[in-house]
């Protein structure tokens, strides 16, 4: 027993120092690209019809560090500022499955082929999904769907609480290693344990090559909420296990774009017929890529072996892999306690003090408390979006948001609850509210 802990400890330690100095980079850049190219920009950016749109959304989504998650509120913001449902639908496509920092994790465990084409991959069902949309989706209502209220939230309001460089810093630090972190240690730990556990090739007669090992990966992948970096080394144990690279790809394109929470939210905000596209286009493409992938392997495998497929643990532990993983370990440990410590409850927090404080002067009998559960958040990109979106609604003075408990906490000037709840449903999450008694009577 405790020799074949011994040996998947062994493994997930070589696992994981061989994706560290790739995925520390891949933050980096991450980090930078939330200030160069923000989530913000991007909505204002894609507004306009025809497919011109849908090729930016396509684009700008392939190395935008936003999880599987975190890219639902960008999306229905996106459509509430104006984007076009085919655009939108773009966007959902291609940002889930690539990234930076999973782009440059999967050249580090699957080798630079299975890295060139996995954006690719994304650009592509990006496009085809759009254009889709804009042929047989919905029809936009120029009315009605483009018509937007004047947005006051800092992606419009042009105001940052930091200098840019601390920005990227952080959100390359804390916010991206604490948001995937966890997905990315369970990735880990199941590449360890089936290298140390299964023979190499062991399920080879069974998933490997051919469209039904493709179509295999891909109904795997549905049900596993995965995001697009944590996912790489699991598809690549499915491939030590004997799985082809065209089915990993499958998974890999299936598991972070079809999380229950993004196809309820295109159903909602985009519509039924959008959602069946939108299925319908994750199914096809991780299909014909996967199949692609495996000939285009094959090609390259003889001309050039050694761009092959790497294997996805080195042959020993050596001091280099071993103190990228204690850097690594370093920034995730840093991420989860700074991400804990700025998270304050509502009841300590400096908004509620100061309201309390306006109460106990009296001039506070119209401050009103109003108190959110909300469901779906799983990351500070919800937390921040649910943040801003409460914070533009009338009235609010102040909003707290605290993603462990999953709820918020408003005060202001009697907000309405309804229009509260509306807001955070329009980008996709679920919230129920509670009135609370006057602040000033708190005290």
Not at 104 to 122: C, E, H, K, Q
Not at 328 to 351: H, N
Not at 379 to 393: E, G, K
Request: hydrophobic share 50%.
């Amino acid at each position: 027993m405790l020799e074949m802990l011994a040996r998947i400890v062994a493994e997930c330690w070589l696992v994981f120092g061989q994706m560290a100095p790739y995925l520390l980079f891949g933050f980096l850049v991450a980090g930078l690209l939330s200030v160069w190219i923000s989530p913000e920009w991007v909505e204002r950016h894609l507004g306009r019809r025809g497919f011109a749109p849908v090729l930016k959304a396509s684009a700008l989504g392939v190395p935008l560090p936003l999880c599987s998650c975190g890219v639902i509120p960008v999306s229905a913001s996106m459509r509430r500022h104006g984007a076009s449902r085919a655009a939108t639908t773009a966007f959902l496509l291609s940002t889930p499955q690539t990234g930076v920092d999973s782009i440059s994790i999967t050249y580090a465990m699957l080798g630079p082929v299975f890295a060139v084409f996995r954006p690719i991959a994304a650009l592509l069902t990006g496009l085809i999904g759009g254009a889709l949309v804009q042929l047989f989706g919905e029809r936009d209502d120029p009315h009605t769907d483009h018509k937007a209220a004047a947005c006051t939230e800092p992606c419009c309001a042009g105001k940052h609480s930091h200098h840019a460089a601390a920005r990227a810093l952080r959100y390359a630090l804390v916010t991206l290693p604490r948001d995937i972190g966890a997905a990315l240690l369970i990735g880990v730990l199941i590449a360890g344990v089936i290298s140390a556990l299964v023979p190499p090739n062991a399920l080879g007669p069974y998933i490997g090559h051919g469209l039904l090992s493709i179509l295999l990966m891909m109904l795997v992948g549905i049900p596993i909420y995965v995001c697009a970096t944590g996912s790489v080394p699991i598809a690549a144990g499915f491939m030590h296990l004997g799985a082809s690279p065209g089915a990993a790809l499958a998974f890999l394109i299936a598991g972070p774009a079809t999380n229950a929470a993004t196809v309820t939210t295109v159903w909602k905000v985009l519509g039924r017929r959008t959602a069946a596209l939108y299925l319908l286009t994750i199914a096809v493409t991780a299909v014909a890529c996967g199949l692609l992938l495996d000939w285009l392997m094959g090609a390259v495998q003889a001309a050039l072996p050694h761009l092959g497929v790497h294997s996805h643990v080195p042959a020993e532990i050596t001091w280099f892999s071993s103190a990228w993983a204690i850097a690594l370990l370093a920034v995730l440990a840093y991420s989860f306690w700074a991400g804990s410590a700025k998270q304050v409850g509502p009841e300590e927090s400096p908004t509620a003090q100061s309201a309390a404080a306006v109460g106990r002067d009296g001039a506070a009998s119209k401050v009103q408390r109003v108190e959110l559960a909300i469901g779906g958040m799983m990351c500070d990109h919800c937390a921040q979006s649910v943040h801003h979106a409460l914070a533009a609604c009338a009235g609010v003075e102040s909003a707290e948001v605290d993603l462990k408990q999953r709820r918020a906490v408003i005060i202001g000037a009697n907000p309405d609850p309804a229009t509260l709840v509306a807001a955070v449903t329009a980008l996709g999450y679920s919230a129920t509210a509670s009135p609370q008694p006057p602040v000033s009577s708190l005290v």
